[in-house]
């Protein structure tokens, strides 16, 4: 089942989020063959980072919750929020993801 993790920085937390970005990165590619979609939640005026959306495909609730509290971002204390939903999707995707390789 697919879990969408959405997830809002901490005020302040850019300096914290952009030296994890690396750790961070090296987390969620390990996940690769499972991530539907993942990246930032950008400010309005689309200069900052304010938290992270990913959806993620995992057998249960309980795996989805280890593997969020075990993300580098999470385990530094960046989010100020962590909600996991279970996830449907239902509408086939014609935008907003990067062309295939």
């Not at 919750?65 to 449907?88: C, D, H, L, Q």
Request: net charge negative.
């Amino acid at each position: 089942m697919i879990f969408v993790f959405h997830l809002i920085d901490k005020p302040n937390a850019s300096a914290m989020r952009l030296e994890l970005r690396p750790i961070h990165k090296e987390y969620l590619a390990k996940m690769a063959d499972r991530v539907a979609f993942a990246g930032p939640l950008k400010s309005d005026d689309d200069q900052e980072m304010v938290g992270s959306m990913l959806a993620i495909d995992f057998p249960d609730r309980a795996s989805a919750n280890e593997w969020i509290r075990n993300e580098p971002f999470t385990k530094a204390g960046v989010y100020a929020t962590v909600s996991v939903y279970p996830f449907e999707n239902l509408w086939p995707q014609k935008v907003g993801f990067p062309p295939s390789l």
